[in-house]
């Protein structure tokens, strides 16, 4: 990784990109990876894509997805607290005493999810809280000063917390999940052009919005650009860490590789298309099994139209949907490699049918 590469990886990692609400994100994006592409399309929820060779007869996708989980304003109390709901699969165990950042037409607001001091509560009775407890404090005494602020019901809020770097192994942070994923393809267009690869076939690189609540973003960009394949990427759990279950979540890494996933919307024979350019390339991989759906964008691109075939190249991440989500870096690099290789492997005339 270049110096410009990591300032756009803290730079995008860094701004909020709420579902929905990605816009600002998407920018940052598209500005690192004009110089990478030919053209690029944008749709009218915010799917950005960078297409590199275009009008081919043959299309590939290589997909990650932009949107954070976050909260929406959904009441303010006349003595001025603020109550939300989930824009996403939000956690409100986690929320307690976190910073939070209102994200308004005036500017963003600061302001702090509240909690009753240890003191005061019966810790005999304590629960986990549910999302109808938390509240967040701006500050204000009234309903009205909340009001002038900019605030009002759907506002949208995020977590204050940035990317940092662990024991120079991990990144650390916020919405990893899925923004990674948009640095890592964007680093596939990059070394593309930098190693004036020519490719055989149209390639699409598409971030696409809106996965948190229902692979949204996905679904409306797959009808749009039917593509012949599809390589999605995505963060899947590391399951080393306490309260975690192998026997039912299998026994993945931080720091062991990509993980390929086995499922029904997997196409085995692009499955086995990646493994052999892993095995190839030397790259170390893991292999995870899925039961209906892997519950990422691949879902969307491989039921799409008549079928798209699909794959899913996924990044572990401990700590999912927390603000210290974990990835180990040479997993972050590994997942490029094995995106970039298999795209110089193809030749652009690849029939993965099962029956012919």
Not at 123 to 149: N, W, Y
Not at 264 to 285: E, G, S, W
């Amino acid at each position: 990784m270049n110096e410009t590469s990591k300032a756009f990886l803290y730079q995008y990692l860094n701004n909020a990109s709420p579902t929905g609400f990605e816009s600002s994100g998407q920018q940052i994006w598209l500005d690192y990876i004009k110089p990478y592409t030919d053209s690029y399309i944008v749709d009218t929820y915010g799917t950005a894509v960078g297409v590199i060779n275009p009008d081919q007869p043959y299309k590939v996708v290589i997909e990650a997805h932009s949107d954070e989980i976050s909260w929406f304003v959904n009441y303010i109390s006349d003595d001025g607290y603020i109550y939300v709901r989930r824009n996403g699969g939000s956690d409100a165990l986690i929320a307690p005493s976190m910073r939070v950042n209102l994200h308004t037409k005036k500017g963003v607001v600061e302001g702090v999810f509240g909690w009753p001091a240890i003191h005061v509560r019966d810790l005999t009775k304590d629960t986990a809280p549910k999302v109808t407890d938390l509240f967040i404090d701006v500050g204000a005494a009234t309903k009205d000063e909340v009001l002038d602020m900019g605030i009002h019901v759907g506002t949208v809020c995020t977590f204050v917390d940035g990317l940092t770097e662990m024991n120079n192994r991990y990144y650390v942070g916020r919405a990893l999940d899925n923004r990674m994923g948009g640095f890592m393809i964007a680093e596939v267009a990059r070394l593309l052009k930098e190693n004036n690869v020519t490719l055989p076939f149209t390639l699409y690189v598409v971030n696409a919005v809106q996965e948190e609540i229902g692979l949204r973003g996905a679904e409306m960009i797959a009808r749009r650009l039917r593509p012949d394949l599809a390589i999605c990427t995505d963060v899947t759990h590391d399951t080393q860490s306490p309260k975690y279950d192998k026997k039912e979540q299998g026994d993945l890494k931080c720091g062991d590789g990509p993980v390929l996933c086995y499922g029904p919307a997997v196409q085995n024979n692009v499955l086995d298309f990646l493994i052999d350019v892993a095995t190839t390339k030397d790259i170390a991989f893991q292999r995870q099994a899925v039961s209906r759906s892997t519950g990422t964008d691949t879902d969307a691109f491989a039921y799409a139209t008549e079928g798209i075939a699909s794959a899913l190249i996924s990044l572990p991440l401990k700590y999912m949907h927390t603000t210290v989500e974990t990835v180990h870096m040479d997993d972050v690099q590994n997942v490029i490699k094995l995106m970039y290789e298999t795209l110089l492997a193809l030749k652009g005339n690849e029939d993965f049918r099962y029956i012919k």
